[in-house]
């Protein structure tokens, strides 16, 4: 498996361009919104691709039954990639039962396992019918755009305001306390992927809900669609998303290994 330069990504468009699951995260890569590596089997005609989201996780498509990545990718992952990661996990997607069937018998011996994540579908008219947030905003609160003054003031979000990664955000403000933040974690071929987080003093109090509200508000305004997904045991996620209009979508397989698994 060839390793392709950032400039290079757009060869491997081909190979993801049907994909219905985590487009975000794959288009911030390919369109060099986020950081991170694609791997092909011929730079000049990709027939697969292995693609690494930074800090998040890896996919693969193209024609499972090629002879290049059946002999490339145990080596590729086990020990050029994952020994070079802080955090040694790999959460594997495919995009069909027979990559998934392929990555059974590639990964097996390997100890990995089949895992599924939660996928939602955005319903704009049950959101725009239901989730007028301003009239519920708390007396001491303001929403606020996470913006290059907020980021000064909390550094953290220095990487939300990089103009090259077109990712957004708001946070909801207890005085000069940041309550609850909602951001696009990535960007991607007109989607963003959402993270929500509310402090642990703040929660319970439905200000996830007006939090994630006004983001999605923000991103319809870009013109941007909003993706949620998460973790089947994450039940506070899914409640969410259902109550600001994501519609549950059949569970996504994944294959999972980690080093203390």
Known sequence: MLELSPSEFDKAIPIFNKIEASIPIVY????????????????????????????????????????TLRQALVPLLFHHILPEL???????FSFSDAWRHTLDEL??????????RKVFQFNQEMFLASRDWKPYLPEGFTMRAIDAQLAEQFPIYQEIVNPASKRLGVCLMHGDE???????????RGEAEIDIHTREAYQGRGYATLTASAFIETCLARGL????????ER?????????????ELPD?????????M
């Open 28 to 67: 911030a890569v390919l369109e060099r919104n986020s950081p991170g590596r694609v791997f092909v089997d011929d730079a000049a005609g990709a027939a697969v691709a292995l693609l690494y989201a930074e800090g998040a996780f890896f996919y693969i498509g193209g024609d499972e039954h090629n002879a």
């Open 235 to 247: 039940q506070a996620s899914v409640a969410l998303a259902k109550k600001l209009g994501f519609e």
């Open 178 to 188: 940041i309550a609850c933040e909602c951001s696009a974690v990535f960007v991607g």
């Open 107 to 116: 990964l097996s011996e390997q100890g990995a396992i089949q895992i599924s």
């Open 225 to 232: 669609k909003p993706n949620w997904s998460c973790w089947p």
């Open 252 to 260: 996504v397989p994944a294959h999972l290994w980690a080093e203390d």
């Open 86 to 92: 802080e955090e040694k996990e790999l959460v594997l």
